[in-house]
């Protein structure tokens, strides 16, 4: 495949090709997730969760991530590191760059925030300093006491105007990816087509340009799952196996189906 870069993702999504992105927080999985071919690799701090045995991602630290992006960074491989910046780690300018330089430095090729229009100057700041952007909307977990709950995001029409106007204005701002969580199929479909940037998906139907699931989900790990996930230890029979046909299915708009989707 060659090194991944955001001139790779941008000409999968302007040819039609779906990518796929699984999250990893060792060298191990990274190695993995490399050798099953997805494209991407988050450094997710739903590590918070999966790893550290926490109820939200809220007690993420930068520490935390810088030290999981290091460890995924040592696995090499062709797909592109994107880390997540955790809870309240750029909640202001200044925070933002120390926050993205650290985690840059620990080996990451693209940092993740959650929000819209608040972030733009963030964004902006980020980008014109050399570190790419990936936005998140929809369902973003580190505001989940605000949504009172892990609840789908852009049901009623406000909401999903907003989410459209948030992906629109982060675009502008020089975002270079976009993930939108939990929201409903026709609305991520909506904006996967209007903006130019690829946007990832994560129960948000198969109109996205890609697809992303948390890594213990996938294989079948977490006690509880939402409807948007599928247990793909049952398809692959091995770990390799598992992360092979999530690939697969992805890349022939097999997953997600019907019944992962929020309609
Ligand atoms: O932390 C994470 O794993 C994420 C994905 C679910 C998108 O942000
Ligand atoms: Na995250």
Same mark, same amino acid.
């Given at each position: 495949m060659g090194k991944v870069t955001i001139s790779t993702l941008d000409r999968m999504k302007a040819a039609g090709e779906k990518f796929v992105c699984i999250t990893a927080y060792d060298a191990t999985f990274a190695r993995l997730v490399n050798e099953a071919g997805a494209e991407t690799i988050l450094v997710g701090d739903s590590l918070g969760m %999966?790893? @550290? &045995?926490? +109820?939200?991602?809220?007690? %993420?630290?930068v520490d935390d991530m810088a030290y999981h992006t290091a460890c995924v960074a040592r696995?090499? #491989? +062709?797909a592109l590191v994107i880390a997540d910046l955790p809870f309240?780690?750029? +909640?202001r300018l200044e925070t933002a760059l120390d926050s993205a330089t650290a985690l840059m430095q620990a080996g990451a090729q693209m940092v993740k925030l959650e929000g819209g229009v608040w972030l733009s100057d963030t964004i902006s700041a980020l980008v014109e300093r050399g570190i790419p952007v990936c936005a998140h909307l929809g369902l973003?977990? @580190?505001?989940v006491n605000a949504f009172g709950g892990f609840k789908v995001q852009g049901r009623t029409p406000k909401e999903a105007k907003s989410i459209l106007a948030d992906a629109v204005e982060i675009q502008d701002a020089g975002a270079a990816v976009l993930v939108l969580e939990c929201v409903p199929a026709p609305l991520a479909a909506d904006i996967s087509s209007k903006l130019d940037i690829p946007v990832i998906g994560i &129960?948000?139907?198969? #109109?996205? +340009?890609a697809q992303v699931l948390v890594l213990h989900d996938l294989l079948g790990l977490s006690p509880r799952v939402p !409807?948007?996930? !599928?247990?793909?230890m049952t398809d692959g029979a091995s770990v390799q196996g598992a992360l092979a046909a999530f690939v697969a299915a992805v890349k022939a708009s097999e997953f997600p189906a019907e019944d992962h989707t929020y309609a």
């Open positions: %999966v790893l @550290q &045995g926490h +109820d939200s991602t809220i007690p %993420v630290t696995a090499g #491989g +062709d309240m780690s750029y +909640d973003t977990p @580190q505001s &129960g948000a139907g198969a #109109g996205t +340009d !409807r948007f996930v !599928r247990n793909f």
